[in-house]
């Protein structure tokens, strides 16, 4: 068996190029070096002391922009499954919820005690937010000293929540897999259940958010087969073995795995999502079958070590998800929990899709790669001329950042240069892992870091999905920061990239970010810097107080109180995709639907008898609704008949009756 790694720290477990503490990979009955008490003292307080700076200054950046920006549909969306739940509503089965449902009754429970308005679920985030980045420091020091996992995290925040600070579950799901990938780095350097247990629970959580936490599940599934095999390189020799049965069920297992991936972006399948999502996943497949070569145990041995890990797993996914169930049992509901967060969401691929950037894009990505590679050349050459080589990237750098300020071509290649690493991590990874010879002369050691890098790999490698099939730009920051967390595990094992170079990309990435890509916020992400355009404040009774265009405010604050003075006691309905009008204008919502992209009411008939059944007062029409098809002519020309008086306000029509 593997010796049990008591504490991980620093030295040992970096490469000659990181600076040693002087705590490092404590083995058994192996001490560190004596020092004085005083430098111990030290020692093990700068961790913490640059953890600290690190989560002021993010708590800052992010607290700063926590009310910046909002995509109407989707706060009106968060707010109005808070209120119905809040309300005594079950997901799925009284309303269609557009997500699983969890995160409506974390939600509601803000509601009831901080109040009802959009900032509230803001707080919400920023609370995972602040438990998030001390977790995602602990998982970078994995891999550099304090201060390089410092700066790490600092530029993983730049790049993630205060670019969007809508309650989005898809900041929960990063969230989630950076906790799960914290436990499951613990794992393996300490070998106990409750680390497979607790990256299990991390996953159902997430779960309870949103379907896509089954990616960081087969992230994990994927990383098992590495462990498992990594199980070999042990200190006490073993006699060769074989075990083709189980080779064999895990070579089907793999190919399934990435067919199954194929299989899921068909429907929307182009070069560009074969690359981004299919190919990091396919790589890494690729190594645990090459590695399948080596001696190993006997195919009772393996299977029986993968099912364990597996099985933990397991418990700890299915722990809150078989809490959440409960009232859909009772309640008889459970089919209609399984439809609502199974079948309802695959509607997405037709209803809410958006192409990734085309293949040639990548081109940056891979120059960046070269740079890199270029720089690791260099070490045999004179210093100055290393110097020389930093200053030229330096200069390079620094003049796209200047020239993206006004110049879009020069923006989009500094924003592809980061959105297309996830792929050229993965492969680079994959062929480290495959050939890069080994550092430690402990075997253990040697294992335990290259299973480390893996686990880091195959979540980043998987999660990326959560881009597909709406590949909005704001999506990769849901994965920017493991695809952060990724590079920096993989640098880890090339010491010989002169620190000055990997400085630079740092600091012009951080300098992008901070200076080009937040302030535009989403719509223009990606493509091309505006100044902060949400400069007015949404000052609504239920508004929160956000930060949003001029426009936006202008037309609520007009279509708010009109709605108000016309509709008095009585009832309204709004949409297609306006759930935010009710939950600003305080009226319920009559119909069980959040999104019409879920809905299937061809020609509006189940509409028209519920406002003939109803007291509806008041009718708002939106004529640009965000993924559903405007209403049809026919439909439009009913309500008008029924709703004889109107107003415009911005793409809302307010129809009314006496």
Same mark, same amino acid.
């Not at 404040?537 to 426009?551: M, N, S, T």
């Given at each position: 068996?593997?010796?049990?790694?008591?504490?991980?720290?620093?030295?040992?477990?970096?490469?000659?190029?990181?600076?040693?503490?002087?705590?490092?990979?404590?083995?058994?009955?192996?001490?560190?070096?004596?020092?004085?008490?005083?430098?111990?003292?030290?020692?093990?307080?700068?961790?913490?002391?640059?953890?600290?700076?690190?989560?002021?200054?993010?708590?800052?950046?992010?607290?700063?922009?926590?009310?910046?920006?909002?995509?109407?549909?989707?706060?009106?969306?968060?707010?109005?499954?808070?209120?119905?739940?809040?309300?005594?509503?079950?997901?799925?089965?009284?309303?269609?919820?557009?997500?699983?449902?969890?995160?409506?009754?974390?939600?509601?429970?803000?509601?009831?005690?901080?109040?009802?308005?959009?900032?509230?679920?803001?707080?919400?985030?920023?609370?995972?937010?602040?438990?998030?980045?001390?977790?995602?420091?602990?998982?970078?020091?994995?891999?550099?000293?304090?201060?390089?996992?410092?700066?790490?995290?600092?530029?993983?925040?730049?790049?993630?929540?205060?670019?969007?600070?809508?309650?989005?579950?898809?900041?929960?799901?990063?969230?989630?897999?950076?906790?799960?990938?914290?436990?499951?780095?613990?794992?393996?350097?300490?070998?106990?259940?409750?680390?497979?247990?607790?990256?299990?629970?991390?996953?159902?959580?997430?779960?309870?958010?949103?379907?896509? $936490? %089954?990616?960081?599940?087969?992230? +994990? /599934?994927? &990383?098992?087969?590495?462990?498992?095999? !990594?199980?070999? =390189?042990?200190? @006490?020799?073993?006699?060769?073995?074989?075990?083709?049965?189980?080779?064999?069920?895990?070579?089907?297992?793999?190919?399934?795995?990435?067919?199954?991936?194929?299989?899921?972006?068909?429907?929307?399948?182009?070069?560009?999502?074969?690359?981004?999502?299919?190919?990091?996943?396919?790589?890494?497949?690729?190594?645990?079958?090459?590695?399948?070569?080596?001696?190993?145990?006997?195919?009772?041995?393996?299977?029986?070590?993968?099912?364990?890990?597996?099985?933990?797993?397991?418990?700890?996914?299915?722990?809150?998800?078989?809490?959440?169930?409960?009232?859909?049992?009772?309640?008889?509901?459970?089919? $209609? %929990?399984?439809?609502?967060?199974? +079948? /309802?969401? &695959?509607?997405?691929?037709?209803?809410? !899709?958006?192409? =990734?950037?085309? @293949?040639?894009?990548?081109?940056?990505?891979?120059?960046?790669?070269?740079?890199?590679?270029?720089?690791?050349?260099?070490?045999?050459?004179?210093?100055?001329?290393?110097?020389?080589?930093?200053?030229?990237?330096?200069?390079?750098?620094?003049?796209?950042?200047?020239?993206?300020?006004?110049?879009?071509?020069?923006?989009?290649?500094?924003?592809?240069?980061?959105?297309?690493?996830?792929?050229?991590?993965?492969?680079?990874?994959?062929?480290?892992?495959?050939?890069?010879?080994?550092?430690?002369?402990?075997?253990?050691?040697?294992?335990?870091?290259?299973?480390?890098?893996?686990?880091?790999?195959?979540?980043?490698?998987?999660?990326?999905? +959560?881009?597909?099939?709406?590949?909005?730009?704001?999506?990769?920051?849901?994965?920017?920061?493991?695809?952060?967390?990724?590079?920096?595990?993989?640098?880890?094992?090339?010491?010989?990239?002169?620190?000055?170079?990997?400085?630079?990309?740092?600091?012009?990435?951080?300098?992008?970010?901070?200076?080009?890509?937040?302030?535009?916020?989403?719509?223009?992400?990606?493509?091309?810097?505006?100044?902060?355009?949400?400069?007015?404040?949404?000052?609504?009774?239920?508004?929160?107080?956000?930060?949003?265009?001029?426009?936006?405010?202008?037309?609520?604050?007009?279509?708010?109180?009109?709605?108000?003075?016309?509709?008095?006691?009585?009832?309204?309905?709004?949409?297609?995709?306006?759930?935010?009008?009710?939950?600003?204008?305080?009226?319920?919502?009559?119909?069980?639907?959040?999104?019409?992209?879920?809905?299937?009411?061809?020609?509006?008939?189940?509409?028209?008898?519920?406002?003939?059944?109803?007291?509806?007062?008041?009718?708002?029409?939106?004529?640009?609704?965000?993924?559903?098809?405007?209403?049809?002519?026919?439909?439009?020309?009913?309500?008008?008949?029924?709703?004889?008086?109107?107003?415009?306000?911005?793409?809302?029509?307010?129809?009314?009756?006496?």
């Amino acid at each position: 068996m593997r010796p049990v790694i008591r504490s991980i720290t620093l030295d040992g477990m970096l490469p000659p190029a990181f600076p040693a503490a002087e705590d490092i990979a404590r083995i058994d009955n192996v001490r560190p070096p004596a020092s004085s008490s005083a430098g111990m003292r030290v020692s093990r307080l700068r961790p913490l002391f640059i953890l600290i700076c690190v989560w002021v200054i993010s708590a800052g950046y992010a607290g700063a922009n926590l009310r910046r920006g909002w995509v109407p549909h989707d706060e009106g969306a968060f707010a109005q499954s808070a209120d119905r739940v809040l309300h005594g509503e079950l997901p799925h089965r009284d309303y269609a919820e557009i997500y699983t449902g969890g995160l409506s009754y974390l939600n509601a429970l803000a509601f009831k005690y901080f109040g009802e308005d959009f900032a509230t679920l803001r707080f919400v985030l920023f609370a995972f937010f602040l438990a998030w980045v001390p977790v995602f420091y602990w998982i970078a020091s994995r891999f550099a000293p304090d201060w390089v996992a410092g700066a790490t995290t600092l530029l993983a925040v730049v790049w993630s929540v205060p670019n969007y600070s809508a309650p989005v579950p898809s900041w929960y799901g990063l969230f989630f897999a950076t906790f799960g990938l914290a436990a499951l780095l613990a794992y393996t350097e300490k070998r106990s259940a409750k680390w497979l247990f607790a990256g299990g629970l991390a996953g159902g959580l997430s779960f309870l958010a949103k379907i896509t $936490a %089954l990616f960081y599940v087969a992230g +994990v /599934l994927l &990383f098992f087969l590495f462990a498992e095999q !990594s199980t070999e =390189l042990s200190v @006490i020799p073993r006699p060769k073995a074989r075990s083709p049965f189980y080779t064999s069920s895990s070579a089907i297992s793999i190919f399934a795995f990435v067919a199954l991936l194929a299989r899921l972006i068909h429907p929307l399948a182009s070069i560009e999502e074969y690359v981004d999502f299919v190919l990091p996943s396919t790589a890494l497949a690729t190594l645990i079958m090459a590695r399948e070569w080596r001696p190993t145990r006997t195919d009772g041995e393996r299977f029986l070590s993968l099912f364990r890990m597996c099985i933990l797993l397991g418990l700890g996914f299915t722990a809150p998800v078989l809490v959440f169930i409960i009232p859909y049992i009772k309640g008889h509901a459970l089919h $209609a %929990l399984v439809n609502g967060v199974l +079948v /309802l969401p &695959f509607k997405r691929l037709s209803g809410a !899709s958006m192409a =990734l950037p085309g @293949i040639s894009t990548i081109v940056w990505s891979l120059a960046l790669a070269a740079c890199v590679t270029l720089g690791a050349q260099l070490r045999k050459v004179s210093a100055w001329l290393r110097w020389s080589y930093c200053l030229a990237v330096g200069g390079f750098a620094g003049r796209l950042l200047i020239t993206s300020g006004y110049d879009p071509i020069n923006f989009e290649i500094a924003w592809n240069a980061a959105y297309w690493m996830a792929p050229v991590i993965a492969v680079a990874g994959a062929l480290t892992l495959y050939f890069a010879p080994a550092q430690f002369r402990n075997p253990s050691i040697e294992s335990l870091r290259r299973e480390q890098l893996f686990l880091v790999l195959a979540v980043t490698a998987v999660c990326t999905l +959560v881009q597909y099939p709406f590949s909005a730009y704001i999506y990769f920051c849901y994965a920017a920061p493991l695809v952060i967390l990724a590079a920096l595990a993989v640098l880890s094992f090339f010491p010989v990239i002169p620190k000055t170079l990997l400085a630079t990309i740092f600091v012009g990435f951080s300098l992008f970010g901070v200076m080009r890509v937040q302030p535009s916020f989403i719509y223009s992400m990606g493509s091309y810097y505006q100044p902060d355009p949400e400069t007015s404040v949404l000052d609504l009774p239920r508004g929160g107080h956000l930060r949003i265009e001029p426009a936006d405010v202008q037309v609520y604050d007009k279509l708010i109180p009109m709605i108000q003075q016309h509709a008095g006691a009585a009832e309204i309905y709004a949409g297609p995709d306006s759930p935010q009008i009710y939950f600003l204008a305080k009226y319920k919502n009559l119909t069980p639907t959040i999104s019409e992209l879920f809905e299937t009411d061809a020609g509006g008939e189940k509409l028209l008898k519920l406002l003939d059944r109803r007291p509806v007062r008041v009718i708002v029409l939106n004529s640009k609704p965000a993924f559903t098809p405007p209403l049809s002519d026919r439909l439009h020309k009913a309500l008008l008949e029924r709703f004889p008086n109107g107003e415009q306000a911005g793409d809302f029509e307010v129809r009314w009756r006496r």
